[in-house]
C-alpha cells in the first residue's frame, strides 16, 4: 500500500471516529432526553454525562491532530474501554463500543506509522528476555 492510499484511508476513518465522538458529545454536552435516561439507568449524574461529553471532545480533538494523535488514541481507547465495562456491568449490549475501539486501533495504526512500526513489526522478536534478530 503506497503512503498517499494510507493517508487517504486514515484520514477517512478518522472523519468518521470524528462524526461519531463529536455526535456522542454533544448529545451528552445538550443534555437530551435520550442521553439523560441512558445515563441515569447506569447510575450516572447529569453533571458526569457532561463531563464525559467534554472527555470526548478533548480526546477526538487530540486525536485528529497528528502531533497530538498517539495520546488521543490512548484517551480515547481508556475512554471505549470504560464504556465497554459499564456496558457489561450493567448487561447491556457492548457491541458498539467494541466496534469503535477496533476502528480506533485501526486507524491509528493506518496513521502513525511509529504505531505500526512497534505493533507489526516481524523484525524483531522476544524470546525468554532475549532479543532475537530476523
Known amino acids: 500500500m503506497t503512503q498517499k ?3 487517504i484511508i486514515g484520514w477517512v ?3 468518521l471516529l470524528a462524526f461519531v465522538f463529536l455526535s456522542s458529545a454533544t448529545m451528552k454536552l445538550i443534555g437530551g432526553e435520550e442521553a439523560v435516561k441512558g445515563a441515569a439507568a447506569m447510575g450516572l449524574s447529569a453533571a458526569t454525562v ?3 461529553g467534554m472527555v470526548e471532545i478533548i480526546s477526538i480533538v487530540l486525536f485528529i491532530v497528528p502531533r497530538t494523535g498517539l495520546l488521543g ?4 481507547a ?5 464504556a465497554i465495562a459499564t456496558h457489561v ?6 457491541m458498539v463500543p467494541i466496534i469503535l475501539q477496533v476502528v480506533l486501533w485501526i486507524t491509528a495504526v493506518v496513521r502513525f506509522n511509529e504505531l505500526s512500526k512497534r ?16
Request: proline fraction near 0%.
Open 50 to 52: 457532561k463531563l464525559l
Open 89 to 94: 456491568e450493567h448487561q447491556q449490549a457492548a
Open 5 to 7: 492510499t494510507r493517508n
Open 78 to 82: 481508556a475512554y471505549l474501554g470504560g
Open 13 to 15: 476513518l478518522t472523519g
Open 73 to 76: 488514541t490512548l484517551l480515547l
Open 119 to 134: 505493533l507489526v513489526s516481524d523484525h524483531v522478536i522476544a524470546y525468554d528476555n532475549h532479543l532475537i534478530k530476523k
